[in-house]
């Protein structure tokens, strides 16, 4: 149910329409979250967002787009972010009927790549969990570029050029969001499309605030192929109980808005980002314990999309 239904009938007359704005005012009645789904961006994480908003103790925050505190709202302060999410009495009714303790969370892919989120994440949520979702990053980057595309933020016909214009359209951008209070970095948010592959750098900037003990690594096409078992795997990380299969699907690859690019990517465009991203594909493998899936020999090509599941 949406905070604001809640509001009492005198007091909905006067609020601001937008829920977080009467959550602010009882901020100290609300939970905060015990998990983030903080990355990575074109990787699945709207799919584990519906299956874990689907268990029966998860409580989520009233933005399915995601807060976005911890990299573009900080200046806005903590009450504003406790009005997101539910009070503190509805997860004391969940823990009473479902004997389990509760879990809340929100979805807000950029705190991965934002430069000073991870620090703020340690300093606000001293025992938050983190999950961070990764996927062949040549394909990432590629689903990155035609979502820009089709929302109007990549003027940029050409894949292959947009690659060639990364680097100068980042340069110096992480330095100004660290010392420009409530800078925001357009370039950084959306063009990052070969950088934002480089999981292993974003993994070891988030584990040196929060320890690596406290962040899963779960893969898309894991997600994708097999859920009922990454989903199992994600609630023993999470300390949650498991109360039967949401009647949801994660979904496949992430769609793609109206208008979208829509041809397959160049074979030379992708054996060079390959390329470019072996070492760190390796590196990852130190995370998962193994090679990534897409670096396997009996990796499919192409995960089978499930746009029109509905059940497992």
Request: glycine fraction near 8%; charged fraction near 25%; proline fraction near 10%.
């Amino acid at each position: 149910m949406p905070i604001r239904s809640r509001i009492p009938a005198p007091l909905a007359r006067i609020v601001p329409a937008r829920p977080w704005s009467y959550g602010r005012w009882t901020a100290p009645a609300r939970v905060l979250p015990t998990f983030l789904i903080c990355g990575g961006h074109r990787c699945g994480t709207a799919g584990l967002h519906r299956l874990l908003a689907a268990h029966p103790l998860v409580l989520r925050a009233a933005r399915r787009d995601g807060v976005s505190f911890f990299d573009v709202s900080y200046e806005r302060g903590i009450d504003w972010y406790r009005g997101h999410f539910p009070r503190q009495r509805t997860a004391r009714r969940l823990q009473r009927r479902h004997g389990g303790p509760t879990g809340t969370f929100e979805n807000s892919p950029y705190y991965l790549y934002h430069p000073y989120a991870a620090v703020r994440i340690a300093r606000d949520l001293p025992d938050v969990r983190l999950l961070v979702l990764v996927r062949n990053p040549v394909d990432r980057a590629w689903s990155h570029f035609r979502l820009e595309r089709a929302a109007g933020h990549e003027p940029e016909p050409s894949f292959a050029r947009a690659l060639a214009l990364e680097s100068a359209r980042l340069r110096g951008q992480e330095e100004r969001l660290g010392v420009e209070a409530g800078y925001r970095s357009f370039a950084h948010q959306h063009h990052a499309y070969r950088q934002r592959g480089e999981y292993a750098a974003y993994l070891g900037r988030l584990a040196g605030q929060v320890g690596r003990d406290r962040i899963h690594v779960v893969e898309a096409e894991r997600l994708w192929a097999a859920p009922a078992r990454v989903y199992a795997e994600v609630l023993d990380f999470l300390g949650l109980p498991p109360l039967g299969v949401p009647q949801t699907a994660p979904g496949g690859p992430p769609a793609v808005g109206e208008g979208a690019v829509v041809e397959p990517l160049a074979g030379r465009i992708r054996r060079e980002l390959g390329d470019h991203f072996a070492p760190h594909d390796a590196r990852l493998a130190d995370w998962l314990g193994r090679p990534p899936v897409w670096r396997t020999a009996d990796a499919p090509r192409r995960m089978p999309p499930h746009p029109d599941a509905t059940t497992w």
